[in-house]
């Protein structure tokens, strides 16, 4: 907590301006205070009427203002007053004060109106802000200002004397205007002066923070007729008590959320405050409780005689004492605190107060026994430590070794410890303790180094050393420690591992295959020569990088990499997957992998070894053969040709960016090309056209298909050989529909933005799947035609008035209409059980056993051939036959009529 909260003064910084200016004049300045004391005299009063500083004066008020004064052991007689003229009322070293001026004069006219001082307009030039009078209205018109005027507010005098159109209300802050009008006009009406402060605008632009004091001048029947006053800048004091407001809140505030208890106690022990955490220290509810009470209550017997005893010896001066205490709870209980006090004195050095910060060092004691116990334990397991610890100061004199090192150096700790790490006795060690005193700084962080040295000649022996400097609670540097273990085996391994990665590199280098090993991050560390040859790049351009930013999609290599860098992480990953990658040119070739995890001899995964084989062009086999496929399934499922064209389209999405698509057809009787699907984020679908000079006529005329860029198109416009029809696109492939090698139409894709171009490969899958394509739509028109001849047929059966079958050559019905239903009686199903015989009579059938057979071998026309019906009406019937053959199977057709 800060004195502030204690003992606090406002620095006034018009207390040094005064006194400058008081002194450089030649009139007598007085500043007293309400109570009559001389706060400040200058010289010339001094000299003049022997009134000095601190000492008491006598004054008379007249209408508010100072009218005279007498030195207080004066005698009171007409002759000791002395007259004044009052000039403003102020703040002087934090008081509220009067500074005036005594004329020179001691004869004193009580009747008349104070007279001006001669120095009055110098003193004015050079005294700090600008004096006024002005008009008690709203708009507080000037009708003086001194020359303070233009430092004060930026602008002349003149400029604000005597304006209408200009007054001084025009540059108060609008925010403060009417408060400041309010407070003067409240209080002119309670007769007393007026201070008050505001912002102003200067002429600058900048806002300044003014203090105004003032007064009413009234006439003779009491009524306001001006105000007069004077004006100070106190920007620099509003910003230094703004801070120091915002100061305090933010120690107050940190004083709130201190995690220790802080207490602020009175020099008998009586708490004066303390924050919350103390009262939850203490076990109190709230910290409220704790005020007037003796700290005396919260300490334990024994802690209260020894704070007693020296309660004035440990907190003389002005520093801060600690110590630890038993401090008892509300409940009883006795816990350990240490206490950090200081004492708060006032200028005499007397002891007003103590401040405390109180902390809760249970943990602490806990700790500490722990870390007794926890030393104990760590130097036994020090000594029985396989490796070896060295403890040494800056000049390498050992402080402490164990036991491991004792082995090494063929010692004991008692021949080590006090002798230098240069003179162990050990040759291998002198030199591994020359190369670190190299290195040596108190402020080093810890360095690791690994030193080999031989031992036995062709047996090098690897030593791998930690050194750090070791430090207090404090953080003072102490001396130097050194843990070294011996990694020969480590090494050996080390050294395996590489000559083993060295032959599997050399055999991935060796194979026909992409070989790739990547780190646990995914970066690059071999690629082998097959895999630049397949994709483009150069070795610089692999080495270090990210594989799977750089050379997989983007839109599969996050998938790519969980399934590969996650799960290495935890040991395992697939052994073989498919993805594409990326050549140098931007195409990509889809590659199946084997991937293999490489570790080291803890077992800890440090690579991804991954051989791959090109099968790009078995992957799209596959994929356009799935399409094909799927282009049959859909010449079988749909209705019709727009729902062929549907289906066609979405199959294509599946193996290109083929979102602007179109398919025209050609009819070379007409010489038309029309468009029945036609999907693009421009262009609406053409109407038919006479073939013309498109891209699309180009490819029915020449039956090949086109790859255009702009560039190619540019070409076959230069040449004649096509225009431009539609919204210009940056790629266009257009494919042409064969049927034994006949154009019957186009497919066509288009792009439209540079973020999609189409290469080689996507012609070539269109033109694979075309014929496909062809055929289907061909197989759909003839489906099409075949269905209207259909219907064209069953409208005219169902309009003919004959009875019309359709038989086998054995005379089974297979069909009839329902003229035949209606004539013979029989409902269809009935007739379809039947043979052509049983619609005869027996008679007439006797000697005619292949019925059917004997009507065509007759010509096929008859007349007057006997028929029964259902119920046994036999009527003459006219008969006409003829054969027909239906995908290759013959059928009879027979025509009969009522003729009765």
């Given at each position: ?28 300045i ?38 005279r004064?007498?030195?207080?052991k ?48 110098p003193l004015?030039?050079i005294?700090?802000?600008v ?13 003086f ?32 205007y ?8 409240t ?48 920007s620099?004091?509003?910003?230094i ?7 305090e ?8 959320i ?20 103390l ?28 704070v ?38 006032d200028?005499d ?20 026994q ?26 390498g ?11 090494f ?6 021949q ?44 090098p ?24 273990e ?8 080390e050294?395996?591992n ?20 990547t ?27 990210n ?6 999609p ?22 073989r ?9 931007g ?13 080291d001899?803890?077992?800890n ?20 053969q ?10 079988i499922?749909s ?14 999405l ?21 468009f ?39 070409r ?6 096509a ?33 999609i ?33 259909t ?110």
């Amino acid at each position: 907590m800060p004195d502030s909260l204690i003992d606090e003064q406002k620095i006034n910084p018009l207390d040094d301006k005064v006194a400058f200016w008081a002194e450089s004049l030649q009139s007598s300045i007085l500043v007293i205070s309400e109570n009559e004391e001389v706060l400040y005299s200058n010289a010339t009063c001094a000299r003049d009427f022997h009134i000095l500083k601190n000492e008491f004066v006598i004054f008379e008020k007249q209408k508010g203002a100072i009218n005279r004064i007498r030195k207080l052991k004066d005698p009171i007689a007409k002759d000791n007053w002395i007259k004044v003229s009052s000039l403003l009322d102020l703040e002087y070293k934090g008081v509220k004060a009067h500074l005036v001026i005594l004329e020179k004069s001691a004869l004193l006219f009580t009747d008349e109106e104070p007279s001006k001082s001669n120095d009055i307009e110098p003193l004015l030039g050079i005294m700090p802000g600008v004096v006024y009078r002005c008009n008690n209205d709203e708009k507080r018109m000037m009708h003086f200002l001194s020359e303070g005027c233009y430092q004060l507010t930026g602008y002349p005098a003149e400029t604000l004397q005597n304006k209408k159109d200009f007054p001084f209300s025009k540059i108060i802050h609008s925010d403060d205007y009417w408060r400041t009008w309010k407070e003067i006009q409240t209080a002119l009406s309670e007769n007393r002066p007026y201070r008050i402060s505001y912002r102003i605008k200067h002429a600058g632009g900048e806002i300044r923070t003014v203090q105004e004091q003032g007064k009413g001048v009234f006439n003779q029947s009491g009524k306001v007729v001006a105000l007069e006053g004077w004006i100070i800048d106190i920007s620099e004091q509003q910003k230094i008590e703004d801070a120091l407001i915002e100061s305090e809140t933010q120690y107050r505030n940190l004083v709130e959320i201190s995690p220790d208890g802080v207490v602020l106690v009175d020099p008998d022990g009586k708490l004066i405050f303390s924050n919350q955490q103390l009262a939850i220290l203490l076990g109190v509810e709230g910290n409220h409780i704790l005020v007037g009470k003796s700290v005396m209550d919260f300490m334990t017997p024994a802690s209260r005689q020894n704070v007693t005893a020296s309660f004035a010896e440990k907190f003389a001066g002005n520093n801060i004492h600690r110590n630890n205490y038993q401090i008892q709870r509300i409940n009883g209980e006795v816990i350990p605190a240490e206490a950090s006090i200081r004492a708060i004195r006032d200028k005499d050095g007397t002891a007003i107060a103590y401040i405390a910060i109180i902390r809760d060092i249970s943990d602490r004691e806990e700790t500490l026994q722990a870390l007794k116990n926890s030393e104990a334990r760590y130097r036994a397991i020090v000594e029985d430590n396989p490796e070896m610890i060295v403890r040494f100061k800056p000049n390498g004199v050992i402080t402490f070794v164990n036991q491991a090192f004792c082995s090494f150096a063929r010692s004991t700790s008692a021949q080590l410890i006090g002798d230098k790490l240069t003179s162990v006795p050990s040759d291998e060690f002198k030199k591994i303790a020359e190369r670190q005193f190299a290195y040596l700084t108190p402020d080093m962080a810890t360095e690791i180094n690994e030193y080999c040295v031989m031992i036995k000649p062709a047996d090098p022996c690897w030593f791998r050393w930690k050194t750090q400097p070791i430090r207090n609670d404090e953080g003072h540097f102490i001396e130097y420690q050194t843990v070294g273990e011996d990694i020969t085996d480590e090494k050996k391994a080390e050294q395996a591992n590489i000559q083993s990665e060295q032959h599997l590199r050399t055999l991935m280098e060796s194979i026909k295959l992409i070989a790739i090993i990547t780190d646990v991050k995914g970066n690059i560390t071999f690629c082998n020569s097959h895999f630049l040859e397949k994709t483009g790049w150069h070795k610089e351009d692999a080495m270090g990088k990210n594989w799977y930013e750089h050379f997989v999609p983007t839109d599969s290599a996050g998938q790519l990499m969980e399934e590969l860098i996650d799960q290495a992480q935890e040991g395992e990953i697939p052994q073989r997957n498919e993805n594409m990658i990326l050549t140098r040119s931007g195409e990509q070739i889809m590659v199946s992998w084997n991937n293999t995890l490489l570790k080291d001899d803890q077992g800890n995964v440090t690579a991804i070894a991954s051989i791959g084989e090109d099968i790009t062009e078995k992957y799209y086999n596959e994929k356009a053969q799935a399409i094909i496929y799927k282009i049959a399934q859909s010449t079988i499922t749909s209705k019709n040709l727009d729902e062929l064209f549907q289906s066609i389209h979405a199959v294509l999405l599946d193996l290109m960016p083929a979102e602007n698509f179109f398919i025209a057809l050609y009819d070379d009787e007409t010489d038309t090309v029309s468009f029945p699907y036609f999907v693009d984020q421009y262009d609406p679908p053409p109407p038919p056209r006479r073939a013309g000079n498109g891209l699309t006529e180009h490819i029915i005329r020449t039956g090949k298909p086109i790859l255009a860029n702009p560039e190619s198109f540019n070409r076959l416009e230069h040449r004649g050989d096509a225009v431009n029809i539609g919204t210009p696109s940056v790629d266009w492939i257009g494919i042409p529909l064969l049927i034994e090698n006949h154009t019957i139409g186009v497919m066509a894709v288009q792009s439209y933005s540079e973020e999609i171009r189409f290469k080689k490969r996507d012609e070539q899958m269109l033109t694979f799947v075309s014929a496909q394509v062809a055929i289907a739509i061909e197989r759909k028109r003839a489906e099409q035609a075949l269905s209207t001849s259909t219907k064209r047929n069953e409208l005219l059966i169902q309009a003919s008035t004959d009875c019309i079958f359709l038989e086998s050559l054995s005379g089974e019905i297979l069909e009839c209409n329902a003229v035949a239903e209606e004539v013979f009686g029989y409902t269809r199903e009935e007739l379809l059980t039947m043979n052509v015989t049983d619609l005869v009579t027996r008679d007439f059938t006797a000697d005619k056993p292949d019925y059917v057979t004997w009507q065509i071998e007759q010509g096929g026309h008859f007349s007057n051939i006997p028929n029964v019906k259902k119920d046994g009406i036999i009527f003459p019937v006219e008969i006409s036959t003829k054969i027909t053959d239906i995908e290759g199977t013959r059928f009879a057709v027979a025509y009969v009529r009522d003729i009765t």
